[in-house]
């Protein structure tokens, strides 16, 4: 069986990265309290840059490295491995924390921590060692699992097995966090047998034949790195590769656990523009001349519906950290009904979280009144945000398997987005 340590000569072999190891030590998080209290203080750090960031498009690298060296990369590694195995209920916290500060910023680490959720349901002993301790140690994983618009098989990104070695060939887009990787994991399918198989294999990002190109244009999520990642030919190690098929093929948490991490971030986006609303109304907003009022904050409709946002807010992180509960419960025993009941929580959870954002993006600026839409505020990215990352997955296929499963009992299928 393949060790760590030729996992490791394998990587070495590989030239400089485009985005350097950190080359200080990485402080390792220990517990679920640690985590949110480092996470609050990176939260305060990049919040104040959040707009011009966003307005000027400027990737956000020295926020990434300080990211890093924060520890909280880490945050879900298994404590047998050395890590905190923060609850799930912890980690979406840490994501709301973080989007409501930035919500460009927030989407970064999703597929980091998803990856590490299928290296933990499917990796051999040897790759969680190997990966586990280079995240340890503040790298980071991004993404390309989206296909640039291929549904054909040969014209999909292939894992080429061949007797002189593997290779990945194709195309890929909305790879967010890939610019700022130190490794892509890759759904690449393969050929067993009669059968294609979808493995996600772990590229380094500096591995020749590997082009990342920032060329995400979206109106929201402006600086996710969200772009494309084309493979020509490149060459990876068998010991890279872990199943992605066969962990569908019985049931696992790796489709809660993503989909809860993306109700998370829509919750904190909304977050964020409850948090920015608030003190425009008390400092600049007028109240409506039919009120009667003093002031906008005390404007009794106006009230009504910031009580309204406030509500749904709270209802979302409520479902959120109810159909966190189920993650963990089936991460502890995976069975069909476990990880039904948590896909359906999250589920749940993700049609409340994408409302109350879009909601709160939309309320601030018909509460706020007409001063907040001048650029310089730079409030319409809470909005562009959520309406962008919202649209990852269809919500109108979230009340399908809801109610599918309330009505006839049946359980939502297996798969990455469910």
Same mark, same amino acid.
């Given at each position: 069986?393949?060790?760590?340590?030729?996992?490791? $000569?394998?990587?070495?072999?590989?030239?400089?990265?485009?985005?350097?190891?950190?080359?200080?030590?990485?402080?390792?998080?220990?517990?679920?309290? /640690?985590?949110?209290?480092?996470?609050?203080?990176?939260?305060?750090?990049?919040? !104040? =840059?959040?707009?011009?960031?966003?307005?000027?498009? !400027?990737?956000?690298?020295?926020?990434?490295?300080?990211?890093? /060296?924060?520890?909280?990369?880490?945050?879900?590694?298994?404590?047998?491995? =050395?890590?905190?195995?923060?609850?799930?209920?912890?980690?979406?916290?840490?994501?709301?924390?973080?989007?409501?500060?930035?919500?460009?910023?927030?989407?970064?680490?999703? @597929?980091?921590?998803?990856?590490?959720?299928?290296?933990?349901? =499917?990796?051999?002993?040897?790759?969680?060692?190997?990966?586990?301790?280079?995240?340890?140690?503040?790298?980071?994983?991004?993404?390309?699992?989206?296909?640039?618009?291929?549904?054909?098989?040969?014209?999909?990104?292939?894992?080429?097995?061949?007797?002189?070695?593997?290779?990945?060939?194709?195309?890929?887009?909305?790879?967010?966090? !890939?610019?700022?990787?130190?490794?892509?994991?890759?759904?690449?399918?393969?050929?067993?047998?009669?059968?294609?198989?979808?493995?996600?294999?772990?590229? +380094?990002?500096?591995?020749?034949?590997?082009?990342?190109?920032?060329?995400?244009?979206?109106?929201?999520?402006?600086?996710?790195?969200?772009?494309?990642?084309?493979?020509?030919?490149?060459?990876?190690?068998?010991?890279?590769?872990?199943?992605?098929?066969? $962990?569908?093929?019985? +049931?696992?948490?790796?489709?809660?656990?993503?989909?809860?991490?993306?109700?998370?971030?829509?919750?904190?986006?909304?977050?964020?523009?409850?948090?920015?609303?608030?003190?425009?109304?008390?400092?600049?907003?007028?109240?409506?001349?039919?009120?009667?009022?003093?002031?906008?904050?005390?404007?009794?409709?106006?009230?009504?519906?910031?009580?309204?946002?406030?509500?749904?807010?709270?209802?979302?992180?409520?479902?959120?950290?109810?159909?966190?509960?189920?993650?963990?419960?089936? /991460?502890?025993?995976?069975?069909?009904?476990?990880?039904?009941?948590?896909?359906?929580?999250?589920?749940?959870?993700?049609?409340?979280?994408?409302?109350?954002?879009?909601?709160?993006?939309?309320?601030?600026?018909?509460?706020?009144?007409?001063?907040?839409?001048?650029?310089?505020?730079?409030?319409?990215?809470?909005?562009?945000?959520?309406?962008?990352?919202?649209?990852?997955?269809?919500?109108?296929?979230?009340?399908? !398997?809801?109610? @599918?499963?309330?009505? @006839?009992?049946?359980? +939502?299928?297996?798969?990455?987005?469910?």
């Amino acid at each position: 069986m393949t060790n760590a340590s030729t996992l490791a $000569s394998a990587f070495a072999a590989t030239q400089p990265d485009p985005a350097p190891a950190p080359q200080q030590p990485v402080p390792v998080i220990v517990d679920d309290r /640690q985590a949110l209290e480092v996470a609050r203080e990176f939260a305060r750090s990049i919040a !104040a =840059g959040a707009r011009e960031r966003d307005q000027s498009r !400027a990737l956000p690298w020295r926020e990434v490295t300080q990211f890093s /060296q924060s520890g909280l990369w880490g945050i879900t590694v298994p404590r047998e491995y =050395g890590g905190a195995e923060v609850s799930t209920g912890t980690l979406t916290q840490v994501v709301s924390l973080i989007a409501a500060a930035d919500g460009n910023f927030g989407h970064i680490p999703q @597929n980091h921590y998803y990856s590490l959720e299928v290296l933990r349901v =499917g990796g051999t002993y040897e790759q969680k060692r190997f990966f586990y301790d280079r995240v340890l140690r503040g790298e980071r994983l991004g993404n390309a699992l989206a296909e640039v618009g291929h549904r054909d098989f040969k014209r999909r990104t292939q894992l080429v097995r061949e007797p002189g070695g593997w290779f990945v060939e194709g195309e890929k887009f909305y790879c967010t966090g !890939a610019i700022y990787a130190h490794w892509i994991p890759t759904l690449a399918l393969a050929q067993d047998g009669e059968q294609a198989s979808a493995y996600l294999v772990f590229v +380094p990002r500096n591995a020749p034949g590997v082009t990342v190109t920032d060329d995400w244009d979206g109106f929201g999520q402006r600086v996710t790195g969200s772009g494309s990642v084309k493979f020509t030919r490149v060459r990876v190690e068998p010991e890279w590769v872990v199943p992605f098929t066969a $962990s569908f093929e019985r +049931p696992t948490t790796i489709g809660p656990f993503a989909q809860i991490i993306h109700a998370a971030l829509d919750a904190g986006i909304g977050h964020g523009a409850l948090q920015a609303t608030l003190p425009f109304i008390r400092e600049h907003a007028r109240p409506w001349i039919d009120s009667g009022a003093a002031s906008a904050a005390q404007d009794p409709l106006l009230l009504e519906q910031v009580g309204n946002v406030h509500l749904r807010l709270r209802a979302a992180d409520a479902l959120i950290a109810r159909a966190a509960l189920a993650v963990d419960a089936a /991460q502890r025993e995976q069975n069909e009904d476990s990880v039904a009941a948590a896909s359906v929580a999250v589920a749940q959870a993700k049609v409340l979280s994408t409302s109350a954002s879009l909601l709160a993006g939309t309320k601030l600026f018909e509460l706020a009144g007409t001063g907040a839409t001048l650029a310089g505020q730079g409030y319409d990215r809470f909005w562009r945000n959520a309406r962008t990352h919202t649209l990852h997955d269809p919500v109108r296929w979230k009340y399908h !398997a809801v109610g @599918n499963y309330v009505l @006839n009992g049946v359980r +939502p299928p297996r798969h990455g987005a469910i």
